[in-house]
């Protein structure tokens, strides 16, 4: 099981930027991304699973090769199942299109198997995940119809909860079965500064009876409130449940960026960039008990490539031109 501080990052689109020319540079210095990230400190990465996307980017035989180069760097290595074709997240929790007319119980099985598969081959391949998140930002469910939430504004559908947490515990027991307690099992919702959701949410599906190691949290201030919210926040999730930390998307600009439906501005520059991500970097590191285990990027390497990743460039990790930002250096701490 994981213990020591993971600084991170989500890389899940570096394959398809590579591809379509990206190059990265410290300085002057042309290099690999994942050789900058690991110099300045980084050991940890995140990538996302969809069943069957359009292009390819994010497939299961894509994040088979990603996490060899990933091993052979040496990073610990999690692996984020959005159980869809595309993104899922708070606002979408679309099936994969091949389980679109399955019954309940045949989503049940279909989550087991399809976890199951891909965490046994990435075991064969001797590159086995570390942690693995069941579900991406499952804050109002995953599998929609079948496994969509209440909210807490919401009127409590009970039934709701407990077809949730069927496929929750569905692939929990896949990865279980895979490699057993060695896998740190990652619950991962959105409610970075927001105690009162997150609680609402932690409750039901303790109650439901499903396992966990860590609580992992998105937290993007434009979004989920100021930093002390998030601190708040931590410090209550930890000491409340007793359960590890771990923040596995976080994100500042470094250029003026239009950031849709935010309920706060920022002030966005590169050195902003870097004290923002020190103060997360110190939030997570000083949750009581020692219980906050580590910080991801999203997604530090999504510079515009073309075709590629054009939005986020703007709060990437790297300029319009590739060259690594003083943000990567706040990620260099040992525990």
Request: charged fraction near 25%.
């Amino acid at each position: 099981m994981i213990r020591k501080f993971l600084s991170g990052a989500d890389v899940s689109f570096l394959d398809e930027i590579e591809q379509k020319g990206g190059k990265f540079y410290e300085g002057n210095v042309e290099d690999g991304c994942l050789s900058i990230l690991k110099r300045h400190g980084m050991n940890a990465v995140r990538l996302r699973v969809w069943n069957d996307p359009k292009d390819g980017y994010c497939s299961v035989e894509n994040t088979l090769r990603m996490a060899r180069r990933l091993k052979e760097t040496g990073f610990v290595t999690g692996i984020d199942f959005h159980y869809s074709d595309w993104w899922a997240d708070p606002g979408k929790q679309y099936k994969p299109k091949a389980w679109e007319n399955l019954s309940f119980d045949e989503l049940v099985t279909s989550v087991y198997d399809f976890t199951y598969n891909v965490l046994n081959r990435l075991k064969e391949q001797g590159t086995p995940a570390d942690f693995v998140q069941i579900g991406n930002e499952v804050t109002y469910g995953m599998l929609w119809e079948d496994g969509r939430l209440p909210g807490p504004n919401d009127e409590d559908n009970p039934e709701s909860w407990k077809r949730f947490a069927r496929l929750m515990k569905s692939g929990n027991q896949a990865a279980r079965d895979c490699q057993g307690q060695e896998v740190n099992l990652l619950l991962h919702i959105d409610r970075g500064g927001d105690n009162v959701g997150a609680r609402f949410f932690l409750d039901h599906v303790i109650r439901e009876g499903v396992e966990f190691d860590s609580i992992g949290l998105s937290y993007y201030p434009w979004w989920h409130g100021p930093e002390e919210a998030l601190k708040e926040n931590l410090d209550d999730l930890a000491t409340r449940y007793n359960k590890d930390i771990i923040l596995v998307e976080t994100a500042f600009p470094w250029t003026d960026v239009q950031l849709d439906n935010a309920i706060a501005p920022v002030d966005a520059s590169p050195e902003n960039q870097k004290m923002f991500l020190q103060t997360v970097m110190d939030i997570v590191d000083n949750v009581p008990n020692g219980r906050g285990l580590g910080v991801f990027y999203w997604e530090p390497d999504a510079i515009s490539t073309g075709e590629a990743p054009q939005g986020w460039s703007k709060l990437s990790l790297f300029d319009s031109k590739g060259r690594m930002l003083p943000g990567v250096e706040v990620f260099n701490r040992l525990r």
